[in-house]
């Protein structure tokens, strides 16, 4: 059969040319990677002359004249005209196109074809995650995924932590999607972004009940890339970055510190402390060893700090075997400036190295047996300073930095934080503070802790068709082997303190004594390891077979998992996996999922779960009805899924069935009838494709997650179960019994037009909502002079409660008149904050708190994504932002409890008042203040907008990158986080982050340059 | 080929299978589970010992910050505004009992407490049974002492909370029938306990006394006291408001089952005071059961600051704690069995003097002395102005207590602060030794061991249920017994001796004041289960004294202040308001409803 077909087409082949025997045009076609591209069919328009592309992509084919326009096309690309004219070589990239509805698409444990599948699925290409200089490619996905939320809260070099969340929260336990990379499950952040392939989200139970236990938070697959029969194409990148922080704290200058010292110091009666001449020394700068000027946030954060990355990899293979193998290298430089210690000649700098590497290999054994093997990894390196020696606590990354910030934020300007002549760190003891939080010691004279982390991952797979037995099974076993291990080298030391003084016997002349108790140590060496490993074996049977309109696949897995952590009993699941489709003509699709898995952390009896979803699909555009009713309509599914998931991440909690015993008391009452958390998930969909270019998706979810782990309080009346106090749960188990219900809605719009081969437009738009309510927690009922009773039942997950303020006291009268609020804090003065009696009591107490704002986990997310080529360039963009969330300002960049502000400048006083300056801070007070608690005046707006990133490119043309033999040779300059738009009063701190001690995040300009051979 | 594979498959499928179950069977090693408590004989014993660990030791400790139950009632007064002064200001509500500690973690003290011992309690019955490694000897004793504890903690709940659910296992996490526990009436529970008791002392399982070093080990004479205490409190108006004639004479009957116990007696009045005081290890033939720990810091806490002594330098005490009332100290008779004074009025605070007392001196009027010729057991009790406090340890002259406005313990107007000297104008002296202190900090003092049962108790509640029977002549004969113990007349002989049932009533509830004051909390159960808490706690007095140059005393009766602790709201404490609200079975007290 097959060789007839090609003999036919071999003879068409040449009939053609002998009829028209006219001019040969060859070429190659390539996708948007420039991985050649095998199957596209090459035809000459209005025509029956054709060809199709061989593996490598190239083609030869014959064009009866100049006129010719040739029209390239495959399945899930936008087919290509090019007008041949006297070109002998035609050479074409076709781009990934709106209708790539015959792509696959990567689902749990298998693939599917795009218009098959019926479960709410987000992906994206990896090409994408390349127009941004994000050190981390978890970065780069906010706003790409409709659904999937990304915060990034901290930048520290090799250390960055983010936030994801699928469609929100559901639960007050773990709420982590599950990771996988390659089926695997593992951590994708550290992946160079050049070995991956898609990113995929599983949203609803038809996506993510094959995981069972683990599903209900959601999925978020990444697979790598792999080789594509042809010579070898290899493609080199290097790039070079700059970052700044996106936004810093606003101290004020010295004279200003002074100045709003005194008027502190004023109004309450006392004495100012800095006289007229220390207030001139300050205002002058002249006098710098009695009266230092400066600027620590600036003196300490570098403006702008380079970040180097260089990727090579190389694709290729024949018939029986393909590859793919990389490197990449980055390099990220940190904020803070540090010096080498000559004394001991360390660096102390927070700076990170990375090296990843990963071959993907795929065999063909015979024509029924093929393999695959994956092996890939990272060495990281990152070197930052103790900070904080002799204390285990602080090898942390944000325990140290938050520390840093800390004292950079809470060291007024006018105080010393340097060395003295002699080389000694000297410092002026910090307000409330820990004297030997000096920054200058902490980042130079503290030490370094050099973290080192090995990550190998492999994975072998094998697939056998068993088409013997019958046509359309195949069997196939996967097996995996992570090691991963993290070698801490902490070489620390204390510091001596000195403090400047006045020289007693030279009124002009400074002394340096030495302060504090710390004093000058040699390095001490210390070692801090860790281990993790994971064993993954899946086998299964697969099914997939066509009878006449009829499709039909199965497949039956089974799982086993461990990870090990340390010294910790391995974390252990095992499990089965089953799916069954059928679709008839392409138009009506079912589908039926579910896990059956286990984890060792549920009570005997408990540990196993069954989780099935079951979905149906319409594709209505094959209804010859609406395809007369509707001919512009080129596509039109309609999906709805219904299923359960679990959630088994109890924050840590392992074996909380098991009742402990010390000695002859129980110190840990099990929950026999422990459980995982139950989701019950429902979601419809529409995926439509019109006038060609245009596309819109929509999916509404409900999601109810019942089952949530809870502590018993509300429950078990803790003080007759016999364990405890009444207010403490002590010993008591937690129960599964919380309840929490999650909607919302995910929206994609898409324009995708090439006006020719040169010129092509993509714009593709998301928005997200979802909206989760607390229906039960245990929560027990305030008592009834509380104006809310409940203060987490019926509202969100984080709602945030404080007071209603109404402006500031203005004058004594108003002081008089206003409710009591002695309760809640010292007697207001001038200048507090009125906070507003909800409950009408009369007074102002706790019991007066309201709902506020919303919660920080944004209820809205958008992403929106342009992309523009033309001729040799290309031009992207993409704006991401939030809404729906709310921040309280609080802490160190805000209040003036250690330092004073820009904003500070504003706060209230009598004279400001009188002189009818606006004022926007209440009364300055360094002390304990009733105007610091939460209320509606500190909950500001967390809704932000930003460019995500942005990028132009050129790529060169042909004649110019063949000189040096390249096929492709493209520059470009791209940008990270590069404008901000949000409603913080005070810009002093990026809106993405949750705590005003964070290591800062980052905007980035970058330039490079991809070359291909 | 086929079969090959099939097979393989089906292999690797049981293989699977077998490492599926395996796998998630296993939990961490060096933990213990029950039976590593049972195969151990220590944990094993443990499981009995850890019942009694909930039984609290010092009765300066039940409440914050050594308020003592007595602070809470009509006998003494705490100044300083702790739980004492939150319980007389009306605090006590669904969500704060007062009596807690406010330092602890739990603060709250009594009802988790108290359910702790029954759930300790209930852990040995249900373990114990499952023991490997102890003889049949140990666990039937073990077992019946678990029996008798978990009654000593509902007494305790009775006490406090009135009649709780019998629980005979300690819950599992899953249960779930919280609300279908609902309040038994009094007499049910007080029944059950009595049944439970009688069970153990039938079985002959305990000794009727614990020899001395197990004495603190529960035995028969305590369970029929634990027995006894239930039924006269079941009994009482408050529980017996029909005034069923067979609760009292169940009440006399489990009286009369301890005083037939053959092992006790009561001691003299010349070894009055080491009923209080005196080494664990030495046994006192009146007492069934005490506190098995020193708690003899309630020197420092409570009673008098012998850090004024003019002749060597000694420590000053933390705070004079609870300082008995007048009420208190007009409860004492005169030797020749009168009761000093009569008020005038409401306000106590103007008495007229009876003329049997004038007769042996009795005088408040400006050098007279109300302080000679009382009950013998009034100098155990109230330290009063001008009285020799005795020698401090390591000492040679006695301490004279001043007590008098300027004196060195003198009058203290200020209610609201921590305090070494008394608002009342009294110290109380029952379970405190002057040798507790002395030069440099130096002690020579005995340990001090609170009395849970001691027989006197059971004379009173045996008069108490005659008297209520109508049985005068028993009543009267039983009451006689502690009477002339303490060197009091007979009743019969008391000036204005009436032989009605409300006279003797009267006088039995007035001796079991005097007899147990500062002792426990037998007037804090007293004034509730009488219900004469709204006549006795509205307020109370102390006796201000001043010094005039000439050197004669005298004495102004003072209210001290207005104490809103008299309601019915105090009468039974309400079931903590987060319980309550997971137990809508268990109803609230009838005032708190």
Redesign the interface.
């Known amino acids: 059969m097959c060789r007839c077909l090609l003999l036919t087409l071999l003879l068409g082949t040449l009939v053609n040319f002998s009829l028209y025997a006219q001019n040969a045009v060859t070429g190659s076609v390539k996708d948007e990677s420039s991985n050649p591209l095998a199957g596209v069919s090459v035809q000459v328009e209005g025509t029956t002359i054709g060809t199709k592309t061989d593996e490598n992509g190239q083609y030869t084919i014959s064009v009866p004249d100049g006129d010719a326009v040739l029209v390239f096309s495959f399945v899930g690309y936008s087919p290509e005209k090019v007008t041949v004219g006297t070109q002998r070589r035609v050479d074409v990239t076709l781009l990934g196109s709106a209708t790539e509805l015959e792509e696959a698409v990567i689902v749990g444990y298998g693939t599917q074809k795009k218009v098959s599948v019926v479960a709410a699925i987000s992906t994206m290409k990896a090409t994408a995650l390349r127009q941004t200089p994000a050190s981390n490619i978890g970065i780069a996905l906010a706003g790409r995924l409709p659904g999937l939320s990304v915060l990034q809260r901290s930048g520290v070099p090799g250390g960055e932590q983010l936030d994801f969340y699928i469609r929100g929260r559901s639960t007050i336990n773990g709420q982590q999607p599950l990771m996988l990379v390659d089926g695997v499950e593992r951590d994708f952040t550290a992946l160079d972004p050049r070995e991956v392939e898609t990113i995929s989200i599983l949203k609803d139970a038809s996506a993510t009940a094959v995981y069972g236990v683990r599903g209900a938070n959601g999925v978020i697959m990444v697979t790598t890339r792999r080789g594509h029969s042809g010579k070898p194409v290899i493609d080199i990148t290097t790039e070079q970055s700059f970052q700044a922080p996106t936004r810093l704290p606003a101290i004020v200058n010295a004279y200003d510190y002074a100045r709003l010292y005194n008027q502190v110091e004023l109004q309450n009666g006392r004495a100012p402390v800095y006289d007229d001449v220390a207030l001139e020394h300050y205002r002058l700068g002249d006098r710098p060893e009695l009266y230092p000027v400066r600027d620590f946030v600036h003196e300490f954060m570098k403006d702008a700090f380079p970040m180097r990355r260089v990727n090579v990899n190389v694709g290729g293979g024949n018939d029986r075997m393909r590859y793919f193998t990389t490197v990449g290298y980055l390099f990220q430089d940190g904020i803070f400036k540090t010096e080498k210690f000559d004394e001991y000649d360390y660096d102390p700098s927070s700076k990170a190295n990375r090296v990843n590497f990963r071959s993907n290999f795929d065999i063909d054994i015979n024509s029924s047996l093929s393999m695959f093997l994956n092996v890939s990894g990272y060495m990281q390196k990152k070197n930052d300073p103790v900070v904080v020696p002799n204390n285990g606590a602080y090898l942390d990354d944000v325990n140290a930095y938050s520390v840093v910030i800390g004292s950079l934020l809470q060291t007024p300007s006018n105080y010393h934080n340097d060395i003295t002549p002699d080389g000694e760190v000297l410092s002026t003891p910090l307000k409330g503070g820990n004297i030997n939080n000096v920054p200058y010691g902490m980042l130079n004279r503290s030490g370094f802790r050099n973290t080192l982390t090995n990550q190998v991952t492999a994975t072998l797979g094998a697939e056998?068709k068993?088409e013997?037995?019958t046509p359309g099974l195949s069997?196939k076993v996967v097996a995996s082997y992570d090691a991963t291990s993290i070698n801490q080298q902490i070489r620390q030391r204390t510091f001596q303190l000195y403090e400047a003084k006045r020289d007693p016997n030279d009124p002009d002349g400074v002394v340096y004594e030495p302060t504090g108790t710390m004093t000058n140590s040699s390095l001490s060496d210390s070692q801090a390891q860790s281990q993790w490993n994971l064993m993954n074996i899946d086998?299964s049977?697969n099914y997939s077979r066509t009878f006449g309109m009829h499709d039909v696949t199965g497949m039956l897995l089974?799982n086993?998992y461990?990870r090990v952590i340390n010294i910790d009993?391995p974390y252990?699941y095992?499990g089965y996996v089953g799916r069954a489709t059928y679709g008839y003509d392409n138009r009506y699709l079912a589908e039926v999922n579910f896990g059956y898995n286990?984890?060792?952390q549920f009570a005997?009896g408990h540990?196993?779960g069954f989780f099935p979803s079951f979905s149906v699909g319409w594709v209505a555009s094959e209804e010859d009805f609406i395809k007369d009713a509707m001919p512009w309509l080129s596509f039109a599914k309609i999906r709805a899924s219904y299923g359960q998931v679990g959630n088994d991440n109890m924050n840590g909690a392992?074996?909380a069935f098991?009742?402990?015993?010390?000695?002859?008391?129980?110190?840990q009452?099990?929950?026999?009838?422990l459980e995982w958390e139950k989701a019950s998930k429902a979601n419809i969909g529409l995926e439509t494709r019109f006038f060609n270019d245009f596309s819109f998706d929509a999916d509404v979810f409900y999601e109810r997650r019942n089952n949530i782990l809870i502590p018993?309080?509300?429950?078990?009346?803790?003080?007759?179960?016999?364990?405890?106090?009444?207010?403490?749960s002590?010993i008591?188990?937690k129960?599964n019994a919380g309840e929490i219900e999650n909607k919302g809605f995910e929206l994609v719009g898409g324009y995708q037009k090439s006006f020719n081969p040169d010129t092509r437009l993509d714009i593709k738009v998301n928005g997200a909502f979802n909206r989760n309510k607390v229906l039960y927690l245990s929560e027990?009922?305030l008592?009834e002079d509380y104006t809310y009773r409940l203060r987490s039942t019926g509202y969100r997950l984080g709602q945030q409660w404080g007071y209603k303020t109404a402006g500031f006291f203005n004058s004594e009268d108003e002081i008089q008149n206003w409710y009591d609020q002695s309760g809640i804090g010292a007697t207001p003065k001038l200048g507090d904050l009125k906070y507003v009696d909800t409950n009408g009591d009369g007074v102002v107490t706790e019991q007066d708190q309201v709902p506020i704002g919303n919660p920080e986990m944004p209820e809205w997310t958008f992403g929106a994504a342009f992309s523009f080529q033309i001729k040799g360039f290309d031009f992207s963009m993409m704006w991401q932002g939030v809404a729906g969330r709310s921040y309280l300002l609080t802490g160190q960049r805000i209040w003036e409890t250690y330092n004073f502000n820009e904003w500070h400048k504003e706060a209230w006083s009598q004279e400001r008042f009188d002189a009818g300056l606006p004022i926007t801070y209440p009364r300055l007070e360094p002390g304990s203040n009733a105007s610091k608690l939460p209320s509606d005046f500190w909950y500001t707006d967390g809704s932000y907008i930003r460019l995500k990133n942005a990028e132009i490119g050129y790529t060169l043309p042909q004649q110019l990158s063949k000189r040096i033999g390249a096929t492709s040779i493209r520059l470009y300059a791209n940008g990270l986080n590069l404008f901000t738009f949000d409603r913080y009063p005070v810009k002093y701190q990026d809106p993405e982050q949750n705590n005003e001690l964070l290591y800062p995040v980052f905007k980035a300009y970058n330039f490079g340059l991809n070359v291909s051979f | 080929?086929?079969q090959i594979?099939l097979t393989l498959?089906a292999g690797?499928?049981l293989v699977?299978q077998y490492?599926?179950e395996k796998?998630?069977?296993?939990?961490?090693d060096g933990?213990?589970?029950?039976d590593?408590?049972l195969n151990n004989y220590n944990?094993?014993?443990?499981?009995i010992?850890?019942a009694y660990n909930e039984i609290y030791q010092a009765r300066d400790q039940i409440s914050f910050v050594h308020n003592t139950m007595e602070c809470l009632t009509d006998n003494a007064f705490w100044a300083a505004t702790y739980n004492a002064y939150e319980w007389h200001n009306g605090a006590l509500s669904l969500?704060n009992p007062v009596i807690n500690w406010p330092w602890a973690?739990?603060?709250?003290q009594l009802?988790?407490d108290f359910?702790?011992?029954?759930?300790?309690a209930?852990?040995a019955i249900k373990y114990l049974p499952q023991s490997t490694v102890i003889t049949e000897q140990e666990r039937r004793t073990w077992i019946a002492e678990a029996r008798v504890l978990r009654c000593w903690y509902y007494m305790n709940l009775l006490e406090f909370y009135g009649p709780m659910p019998w629980i005979e296992e300690?819950?599992?996490?899953?249960?779930?029938g919280?609300n279908e526990?609902v309040r038994p009436t009094y007499d049910e529970l007080a029944s059950k306990i009595e049944q439970e008791l009688l069970d153990v002392i039938n079985s002959r399982v305990l000794p009727d006394r614990q020899p001395t070093q197990e004495a603190r080990r529960v035995d028969n004479g305590i369970a029929y006291s634990i027995r006894a205490r239930v039924l006269l409190y079941n009994a009482s108006p408050l529980n017996n408001p029909e005034n069923d004639q067979n609760k009292w004479r169940r009440a006399a009957d489990a009286a009369q089952d301890v005083l037939n116990m053959p092992n006790y007696s009561l001691v003299s009045m010349s070894d009055y005071k080491r009923l209080f005081i005196g080494a664990f290890s030495t046994p006192v033939t009146e007492i069934i059961w005490r506190s098995w720990t020193d708690n003899s810091h309630i020197n420092n806490a409570n009673g008098v600051d012998v850090g004024s002594y003019p002749y060597a330098s000694i420590n000053h005490m933390w705070n004079c704690g609870e300082s008995p009332t007048q009420e208190l100290v007009d409860a004492f008779e005169m030797t020749n069995g009168a009761l000093p004074v009569t008020y005038d009025d409401a306000t106590r605070t103007r008495v007229t003097v009876t003329p049997e007392a004038a007769e042996l001196g009795y005088s408040e009027a400006a050098g007279g002395d109300p302080y000679a010729n009382r009950d013998a057991r009034f100098y155990i009790n109230i330290v009063h102005n001008m009285m020799n406090y005795g020698v401090p340890y390591n000492c040679t002259e006695p301490y004279i207590i001043e007590t008098f406005v300027g004196g060195r313990n003198g009058f203290n107007d200020v209610i609201s602060q921590e305090t070494q000297r008394s608002c009342t104008g009294y110290y109380s002296g029952k379970d405190k030794q002057i040798k507790y202190w002395g030069p440099g900090g130096s002690q020579g003092h005995e340990p001090t061991h609170w009395v849970f049962f001691r027989l006197a108790e059971f004379y009173l509640q045996k008069a108490e249920a005659l008297c209520e029977l109508g049985d005068l002549e028993g009543a009267m004969t039983a009451l006689n017994v502690i009477r002339q113990r303490a060197l009091q007349p007979r009743l019969q002989d008391v000036p204005g001796f009436v032989n009605t049932q409300e006279f003797i009533r009267e006088r039995i509830r007035n001796e079991r004041r005097v007899e147990f004051c500062l002792e426990g909390q037998y007037r804090f159960d007293d004034q509730r289960r009488w219900k004469i808490l709204n006549e006795t706690n509205r307020f109370v007095t102390g006796m201000r004294i001043t010094k005039g140059a000439d050197g004669k005393f005298s004495y102004e009766r003072k209210k001290i202040r207005d104490y809103q602790s008299y309601t019915d709201k105090y009468l039974v404490m309400p079931v903590?308001?987060?319980?309550?609200?997971?137990?809508t079975g268990l109803t609230q007290p009838a005032a708190w409803q």
């Open positions: 056998q068993l013997f037995i069997a086998a049977v089974f086993r461990q009993l252990n095992v286990g984890s060792e005997p540990k196993m392992r074996f098991l009742t402990l015993w010390n000695g002859s008391y129980e110190s009452i099990g929950n026999t009838e018993a309080d509300g429950l078990v009346p803790t003080g007759v179960f016999g364990t405890g106090g009444v207010f403490v002590g008591i188990p129960v027990v009922l008592p | 080929m086929r594979i498959l690797l499928g699977f490492a599926c796998v998630l069977e296993k939990t961490p933990q213990t589970t029950i590593k408590v944990r094993t014993k443990g499981l010992d850890v969500s973690s739990p603060s709250e009802w988790p359910w702790r011992g029954i759930r300790l209930n852990n300690p819950f599992e996490p899953t249960y779930m919280w526990l903590p308001l987060e319980d309550a609200k997971k137990m």
